[in-house]
């Protein structure tokens, strides 16, 4: 949606093509909030489009985020230009394969073939902002795993059937940290619950700190996951 405006800014027209709907990942967050306040995370366009936030300096929910952008998406501004559940399966130069006249100056000039939901939409330029958080990094353990629970979104949702269980808690990420909160809690309601923290670090305190941290959101939950190692 930040592409979509800055192309109706340089009176471009944009196609948006969302696999669900706009902010759909972000609904899968959970209570999780950010680190960083909603004007470092969203474009002054989006949230007027939106209709405004009452304030810019809150610490949001993704799910808080995800009705911004949808409110955003529906508005008169960007609606036109917003395909919902259009899930792209390829991306070609007109009608030609990866390895057709590679490197020609001819081909550069052809449009990109984009097809999704079996429509085909021709553009002059791509941007892929797909993002991540469906393709979480593998996990290669030496055991085999009974469940694996990759989000912290399901990880908030499935919280209570993990009482009195034996939980291995993977990386030593920001994730890793805020998935551990949540278990500490567990732990503290449930004693019989086990957690066992494994991360490639060497230290002790394994989350990497910031010296005098700006973003208090951030600096409470490394203390915090660090601590409870």
Not at 46 to 73: C, K, N, Q, S, W
Request: glycine share 6%.
């Amino acid at each position: 949606l930040a592409a979509a405006c800055a192309c109706l800014r340089r009176k471009l027209v944009p196609v948006v093509l969302e696999a669900e709907t706009p902010g759909a990942s972000l609904a899968r967050f959970g209570p999780t909030r950010f680190y960083t306040p909603v004007k470092m995370n969203l474009p002054v366009d989006v949230i007027a489009f939106a209709g405004g936030v009452p304030d810019l300096d809150a610490i949001l929910t993704g799910p808080e985020y995800a009705r911004i952008l949808e409110a955003a998406a529906a508005s008169p501004q960007l609606a036109p230009y917003v395909q919902t559940h259009h899930r792209v399966t390829s991306i070609t130069r007109g009608v030609l394969s990866r390895a057709d006249m590679a490197g020609h100056p001819v081909r550069a000039e052809m449009p990109f073939r984009v097809v999704a939901n079996d429509r085909v939409f021709e553009v002059d330029g791509v941007l892929d902002a797909t993002g991540t958080y469906g393709h979480p990094v593998p996990l290669a353990v030496p055991c085999s795993m009974v469940e694996t629970i990759r989000d912290l979104g399901v990880l908030h949702a499935r919280r209570g059937e993990l009482a009195n269980r034996q939980i291995l808690l993977t990386g030593h990420g920001h994730s890793a940290a805020t998935a551990l909160l949540v278990l500490e809690s567990l732990v503290r309601e449930f004693p019989q619950t086990h957690v066992t923290w494994v991360t490639r670090s060497r230290n002790r305190r394994p989350i990497a700190t910031v010296p005098s941290d700006t973003l208090p959101e951030r600096d409470r939950v490394v203390s915090a996951a660090n601590a409870f190692a």
